[in-house]
């Protein structure tokens, strides 16, 4: 069986199959994979198609200026404001577009903590419960790191591949933060950074989808290896509208979906929702029924509240002399991830450096500025991105129009820690040499790290999944992506997304996802018709 030859073009091949998969993100795409050898029958459901391979992948115009690839609709805030969400409906969903950033969470992040504006709860399952499942998905995924350098982890195991290193700039950086007594680190990234890999290492990744497949996103390092196998088949540009039940209520039965303008049921003997955390709520919500009046699996309430998103800020330090960097992403520090400064006693976040802005990328968010004058800017920046955890509050949720357009709820909390948290990077840059200094908070559209709002927890009162992100109404639906956080720590959740899915896989179809499973990381796999009469959104 080709990967050709299980793209569903036409329609469905089947009526029914043991799983239906709807979304193909870092969930949905890695569970697809951990289900290809299970002995079951596989239907991976995908909104959009997939990304064409072309040389606007790499053109910073085109990508931020022009949007050449966003294709969502438009989503309202609670005040009636339409806002374009960064949010895309692709194979591999937001990880084509993502900075290839897998890390783990924390051991304490697992477990209740204290913040000034409440408590981030305990999740329903500890951080040894996933660990296993954290090695299987740094396999997969290709993970380059150095499991000595960061105290907030402690860990033995060493990363499938080495950390890819520094250039000169990011090293001098490193050396800066150390000296004053910080712990600069390597961030666990997932490229094909190898002997005869595909990744060269270029300016455009974080943010751009890669023109040669060296980034491990779910689309290359999981959806086309699955398809390789012939178990699971995918069919693109389908709209799940509802999932269905039966009489009771308690038994999903498929799935209706809007194929190429064409009403399908796919029938599942399980449905697995993958479409992120704020498409999978808005998608039990259409699925309300006679049985489930406010939603499906919503006898808590739950769907749809609770919504988080980090706050975050980018920073940009300016020097005249330095900066000359192409592949930036490489540092991060937890210094303040657990704890506070002199200042703040509470825990203020988690700062890395992302990828490497240009002109084009800032044109958007500051129109009045000459292109050329952004474009020097650019080039002489060192650029941070500062993530401080968000609380869940019920408050803070997805709903639906009487239009069903989906509509968000957010009020920024545990702001204050994130101040502090900007306060004292400025100062540590100040104290590095950097003269100049720009910081900017993000809002409602920037939700790359959206979580929450279909929570995992022991009480079905409380929460909609159980720990083993089954619904407690329907037993047979589950939910595999960020929705079931119950917090949100405070760094790239793709990992725990993929790792979470691997251990989810085994209670789907038992014995489906073995701990031992990959000695190494698969290949990418070519797909001739992605490159092929690709539409271009």
């Given amino acids: 069986m080709t990967v050709e030859t299980s ?82 409906y692709y194979v591999g969903g937001n990880t084509k577009f993502y900075g290839s950033s897998l890390v783990r969470f924390r051991r304490e992040d697992f477990v209740a903590s204290e913040h000034e504006d ?10 040894d419960d996933i660990a296993p499942y954290y090695s299987r998905a740094e396999r997969v995924y290709k993970v380059h790191g150095d499991q000595h350098d960061d105290p907030t982890l402690p860990r033995d195991e060493p990363f499938p591949y080495p950390a890819i290193g520094h250039e000169p700039e990011v090293q001098a950086v490193a050396d800066g933060l150390t000296k004053q007594g910080l712990t600069p680190s390597s961030i ?62 308690q ?94 006693p509470y825990p203020l976040g988690h700062v890395q450096l992302i990828g490497k802005l240009q002109g084009a990328m800032l044109a958007g968010q500051k129109p009045l500025i000459p292109k050329w004058a952004l474009d020097i800017a650019a080039g002489h920046s060192m650029d941070w991105w500062l993530f401080t955890e968000d609380l869940p509050d019920p408050e803070n949720r997805v709903t639906l129009r009487n239009d069903e357009a989906i509509r968000i709820s957010w009020k920024p909390n545990n702001v204050r820690a994130h101040q502090h948290l900007v306060k004292e990077m400025k100062r540590i840059l100040h104290k590095m040499g950097y003269p100049l ?27 909609v999944l159980d720990a083993d992100c089954q619904t407690h109404d329907v037993k047979n639906l589950f939910v595999v992506d960020s929705s079931f956080f119950p917090s949100l720590p405070v760094m790239n959740p793709a990992l725990t997304i993929a790792a979470n899915a691997f251990r989810v896989a085994e209670q789907i179809v038992p014995g489906a996802a073995p701990r031992q499973a990959e000695t190494r990381a698969p290949e990418f796999l070519p797909l001739t018709p992605v490159f092929r009469g690709s539409k271009n959104k």
């Fill in 7 to 88: 793209l569903q073009i036409d329609g469905p091949a089947k009526s029914r199959y043991d799983v239906v998969i709807v979304g193909s993100g870092m969930g949905g795409g890695t569970l697809a994979y951990a289900l290809k050898d299970a002995g079951v029958s596989v239907l991976l459901i995908e909104r959009g198609g997939f990304v064409p391979q072309e040389k606007q992948n790499w053109d910073p115009d085109a990508v931020f200026e022009q949007g050449r690839y966003k294709n969502a609709e438009k989503w309202y805030s609670d005040t009636g404001e339409a806002f374009s969400p960064g949010t895309y």
């Fill in 118 to 127: 409440g408590t981030s709860p305990a999740w329903p399952f500890t951080y």
């Fill in 188 to 249: 666990p990234l997932g490229i094909d950074w190898r002997q005869g890999g595909a990744c060269i290492r270029c300016r455009t990744c974080d943010g751009f989808p890669c023109r040669v497949l060296a980034k491990m996103d779910a689309d290359v390092a999981c959806v086309r290896p699955a398809l390789q196998t012939g178990n699971v088949e995918l069919l693109t540009e389908a709209y799940a509208e509802k999932v269905l039940t039966d009489e009771s209520g």
């Fill in 251 to 344: 038994t999903a039965t498929g799935v209706q979906l809007v194929h190429n303008g064409k009403a399908v049921v796919v029938e599942a003997g399980k449905v697995v929702v993958s479409c992120g955390a704020v498409n999978s709520a808005a998608l039990l919500l259409r699925s309300a029924t006679d049985k489930h009046s406010n939603g499906l699996a919503n006898s808590s309430g739950m769907v749809g509240r609770n919504y988080m998103v980090h706050n975050n800020s980018i920073m940009i330090a300016l020097h005249p002399k330095r900066n000359k960097v192409e592949f930036q992403k490489t540092l991060y520090f937890n210094d303040y991830y657990l704890k506070g400064n002199a200042d703040f």
């Fill in 437 to 463: 200094i720009f910081s900017e908070t993000t809002g409602i559209a920037v939700n790359s790290h959206q979580a929450g709002t279909i929570r995992a927890g022991d009480d079905p009162r409380s929460s």
